[in-house]
RNA sequence: GCGAGCGUAGCACAAUGGAUAGUGUAGUGGCCUCCGAAGCCAUUGAUCCGGGUUCGACUCCCGGCGCUCGCACCA
């Protein structure tokens, strides 16, 4: 029987070389659907130009993907949809049926599961960062995306409520650079306006020398609310305010130094927080900055009669608007320009809008704020448009992305003027500790230099995690005990499966993620190694949804999952077995797992380590 | 008053209009002689109320109820 035994060793050989050679798509279901789509016209369907597969990453149980689209398209034909189900997949191209096991189930959804030959090859296809890199790069290569993030106000300490746009908005800008994107970092610094007459008044009077130079930041924060609080309203310290905002606006040398200095110190204490949070600005172009270009804002507006006197302010109606229209009870105006003369915010939004869309060359802006803002946005992106349509412009996409405040226990928001916040600093720091007294406890013989790395990467990471792995657009409650957890769908979960799998090649004493000997592998076999093979190739569908949505917490659940999957593997399916084919193939899941978990944990602006 | 967001097990969350609504935590019961038990396996438990659209609704629409927030010179 030697021929009989020669044949499929030689068949196998050409399959692997053949798949190597072949264009294995980087996001697999993208593949599906044209195919569908030429199955439909080629079956002879009645009015087959007009079906929509509907393809769908689908729940394991049923397969890979799922088409859907035969159901609603054969009931508004009055066709059954099983028929019509059948039609199409007798009608697919070979190239399909070689990939997937293709069936038909329960009203006529169409079922793709991999075949382990095409899973594989797959996972040989996108086996280092580069390649991971450059099959997601097509969803925005080529544009630029200024985001907007961050953003705290001068002079202040950054809280807990400071947290959330921080984080989102890095991971926002980490998901965009990893689909194509040239992003542009900026931090837009609350950084001018009343306030700051009332910290002058203050700091004139009760600075203190030697606080200014141990806790700047501290010491502003006390002086601010001491020059609030001596400068209620209509009374003469509050004129008197007034005066040094007004001396700051004209340039008088000594406010703009001292303001200068406010904007120093601040930023220095900020760029503390960031270091920590994997975060670097490229930009810190805050609402001075746009100080002198409002005025084109106001002539713009008014030349092309988009903005209106009304008692004295400028300001923009849209009528067409059921909310922002004059034609309401309580009419809401954007208001462009105080009566008073002075611009608010709104000016300085519109400015650093066109800013951003002349000098930056913006494709697309995003600005990461709490829902709070959401009117304030939904008007500035109406008059945008308005505005850049009659000159002519080119609009850029415009993202508001939003998020619910932190509040209290007593389900209050927290408010920077109110005692009693939690200084984001202070949050940062007890993260680190509670993760040093784990790692401490479980793993006591580490030098306790690692281990203070370790809590730095678990601890901040379990932060960021917390805030990133939900969705929700309602407040939540802010809890220690919530934001440092360290077990369950956390950052920890994720970094130890992270750790294991760096500790696997280690005992082994190979490279990190080591491919080298993956061409020995025998093809998928067992339970565990399918589930998790499927599971990795679907990362590609997770970045879309991730970066399509702005909601970075399809990417958290997807590498919670993934997690998941590696570690029953993990557990059912040793890795250092002497089958060398066996241990081949488990070896590239292993590689392939800590590549993907790495990469993933890194658009999230996380940290990894490899031992905890 | 007008409007927006939210409402899913005891608690905290997930579900791009699809199949039996998933997970964590807490509870219960198992698993370390064996690549790290910060782990794995099993199990109890939920869509605010009432209509509508749809082959199919946690999801979309309408009406309630509850919580949070926004509504002219603060940002």
New binding site residues.
């Given amino acids: 029987m030697p021929s009989a035994n020669r044949t499929p060793r030689l068949r196998a050989a050409r399959r692997i070389r053949f798949s190597g050679a072949m264009h294995v798509s980087f996001n697999l279901a993208a593949d599906l659907d044209p195919a569908l789509k030429s199955a439909a016209l080629a079956a002879g369907l009645p009015d087959a130009a007009a079906f929509t597969p509907?393809i769908?990453?689908?729940?394991p149980?049923?397969?890979d993907f799922?088409a859907?689209?035969t159901?609603?398209f054969a009931?508004?034909r009055k066709l059954n949809?099983r028929a019509v189900a059948e039609q199409i997949v007798t009608a697919l191209p070979a190239s399909i049926r070689e990939s997937y096991d293709v069936s038909i189930?329960?009203?006529?959804?169409?079922?793709f599961t991999l075949k382990p030959a095409m899973l594989l090859a797959w996972l040989r296809a996108y086996s280092t960062p580069a390649a991971l890199t450059a099959g997601a790069a097509s969803a925005h290569a080529g544009q630029t995306w200024v985001v907007d993030y961050s953003s705290p106000?001068t002079a202040k300490q950054m809280h807990v409520g400071h947290l959330r746009s921080a984080v989102i908005g890095e991971a926002i800008c980490r998901l965009l650079t990893f689909t194509g994107a040239k992003v542009i970092r900026d931090n837009h610094l609350?950084d001018?306006?009343?306030?700051f007459g009332k910290l002058i008044y203050g700091f004139k009077r009760w600075a203190d020398p030697v606080a200014l130079a141990t806790d700047p930041i501290e010491e502003l924060e006390r002086i601010y609310k001491l020059g609030h609080a001596a400068t209620p309203d209509d009374s003469p310290e509050l004129d008197e305010a007034r005066r040094e905002l007004v001396a700051l606006q004209n340039g008088d040398p000594e406010s703009v130094a001292l303001w200068k200095k406010f904007s120093d110190v601040s930023l220095a204490a900020f760029q503390q927080i960031y270091d920590r949070l994997g975060i670097r600005f490229d930009y810190n172009l805050g609402?001075s900055f746009y100080n002198d270009k409002v005025g084109r804002v106001y002539s713009e507006l008014l030349g092309t009669k988009i903005a209106e006197d009304?008692?004295?302010?400028l300001?923009v109606f849209h009528d067409e608007h059921?909310?922002f229209s004059?034609n309401?009870?309580?009419?809401?105006?954007f208001?462009v320009?105080?009566?008073?003369g002075?611009?608010?915010?709104?000016s300085?939004d519109l400015a650093t809008a066109l800013y951003r869309t002349e000098h930056f060359g913006a494709h697309g802006i995003v600005v990461v704020t709490d829902?709070?803002?959401?009117?304030?946005f939904e008007q500035l992106f109406l008059t945008v448009k308005k505005w850049f349509a009659a000159k002519h412009y080119r609009l850029p996409e415009l993202h508001h992305v939003?998020f619910?405040?932190v509040?209290g226990e007593?389900?209050?928001?927290l408010k920077t003027r109110d005692g009693g916040t939690i200084k984001l600093k202070a949050l940062l720091d007890e993260a680190e500790e509670r993760?040093f007294a784990?790692?401490t406890e479980?793993?006591p013989d580490l030098p306790e230099s690692e281990r203070r790395d370790?809590?730095r990467a678990?601890g901040i990471g379990a932060v960021q995690y917390a805030d990133l792995?939900?969705?929700?657009?309602?407040?939540?409650?802010f809890?220690w005990d919530?934001m440092l957890?360290?077990?369950?769908?956390?950052a920890?979960?994720l970094?130890?499966?992270v750790?294991?799998l760096?500790?696997?090649f280690?005992?082994?004493n190979l490279p990190a993620g080591d491919t080298a000997q993956e061409s020995a592998a025998s093809p998928l076999e067992t339970s565990a190694e399918l589930t998790l093979a499927r599971k990795l190739a679907k990362f590609p569908?997770a970045i879309r949804?991730a970066a399509d949505?702005l909601?970075p917490?399809?990417l958290c659940?997807y590498l919670?999952e993934l997690?998941?999957e590696f570690?029953?593997?993990?557990?059912?399916?040793?890795?250092?077995?002497d089958e060398a084919p066996v241990r081949a193939r488990?070896l590239l899941l292993c590689s392939r797992t800590l590549l993907t978990l790495e990469t993933g944990l890194h658009l999230l602006g996380l940290r990894t380590i490899?031992?905890?």
């Fill in positions: 509907e769908r990453t689908a729940d149980k049923h397969g799922q859907n689209g159901l609603g009931k508004a949809p189930a329960g009203p006529g959804f169409i079922n106000n609350g001018w306006g009343t306030q609402e009304s008692a004295g302010a300001v059921p909310r004059r309401t009870e309580r009419p809401n105006p208001m320009r105080k009566a008073d002075a611009s608010g915010y709104a300085t829902f709070r803002q959401g009117d304030h939003t619910g405040a509040t007593d389900g209050k928001a993760a784990i790692v479980k793993n370790i809590a678990v792995s939900q969705n929700r657009s309602s407040n939540y409650v809890s919530k957890a360290l077990d369950g769908n956390t920890t979960y970094l130890y499966a750790t294991r760096h500790s696997i280690r005992k082994l569908d949804l949505s909601r917490h399809f659940l919670y997690a998941g570690s029953a593997f993990y557990t059912s399916d040793k890795v250092a077995v488990r490899t031992r905890m």
